[in-house]
């Protein structure tokens, strides 16, 4: 198969996994309260939890709709409670954060972190900042049908490694892994640039524990058909 | 073909049919093995640095089996693992047979770390086994293949 095949393959697991939601809190009337340029608690008292939204220590969160433009914007939550979210701005990129009154309805959405480590590229981790590796691994080629322009089917493993720092609790990894089994079910048909592919199945390990960082791996197997001989 | 030929023939069709069973699973098997612990056209095999880590594969069937007895020293090298045959040449329809490994980093290595990518030696593996499945049932020189579908579980 080409290699753009295999970009086509990359590209719509990234495209999907982008898509994903772990968990959503809102749209709600939500408060703010800056403590210091990177810290800040996110607060509610519309009787829901955040804890019943899926929301845990080590997730990345994604504001939208705060009044102040520069507390919209990602997350990092370090201690989780029903009713309040203790949160850290990236010390990397500093927002000008300020406090906020209840007033604007505002949704809070967890997915993968939005720190990545493609493939082919060069990547630091941040001190208290989950991330998320991809390792792509083509596997054999198998041709299912005669003549010139054979039906060939590819085999291919997908693994998602995702890193919370350590300490942070199994929470989040697990909600997060169970969205990753929920979007990648067997048989899920994904399309990117009209190639389509189908996943297989998709399994997780157990925790990997380092002195900075828990992690999990999440492995997606899938196949594809292409026309186009190696 | 009168009702008697055709027990006849019904008869050695069960007795043949466990005997090649038998020699699809160890071939499978082996080819497995070899796969996960030295590569080919399936896998990369298991990494090398002093070859501890793939010389301490082993077979257990039934969960019986017992990992190498190794003494690491610094500077030491391990050559690749023979695994014996005979540990599979007892194996049926119904026996549970695995390839393990005890070494304490085995886990790093396959699944990586922050500080070092996968390295999916047995994953991409069972990601192959229908793959080898196939292969397995023409190296047997088997015809009909259409139906042969194979999983691994990890």
Redesign the interface.
Known sequence: MTGSFHTAIRSGMRAALAALVKATSGPSLFGLTVSSTTVATITRTDGGSFVNDGVAAGDELAGSGWSNAANNGNWYVTAVSDASLLVTTPATAPRAIVSEAPGARVTLVVGLPSLVADENTTFT?QPGQCWW?E?Y?A??E?RRSLGPLPRVRL???Y?I?V?YPAGAGAAGLDGLTDALQAALYPGRVLTYNGQSFTML?A?R?GF?E?A??S?V?F?A?GFAYSFSPS | MGIEAFVAEIEQYKQRVPVQLNRFIIAFASRCAEEVVVGG??GPGTPVDTGYLRAMWYWSMNGGGSSPALARAPGATFAAPTLDAADLLDVVAGDTLELCNNTEYA??VE????RM??R?FV??VA??A??IA?QVARDLGWTDRAGLQL?LA?
Do not use: C, I, K, M
Not at chain 2, 111 to 114: I, N
């Open positions: 981790a590796r390792t691994t596997g054999p198998q085999d291919f493993l693994a490694s890193f199945s399994l390990t990997v380092e900075d960082w992690s791996v492995s197997r | 056209a399936f886990t790093y699944l990586g770390t922050s990518a996968p999916l994953r991409t990601n192959a229908n793959a196939q999983e990890l």
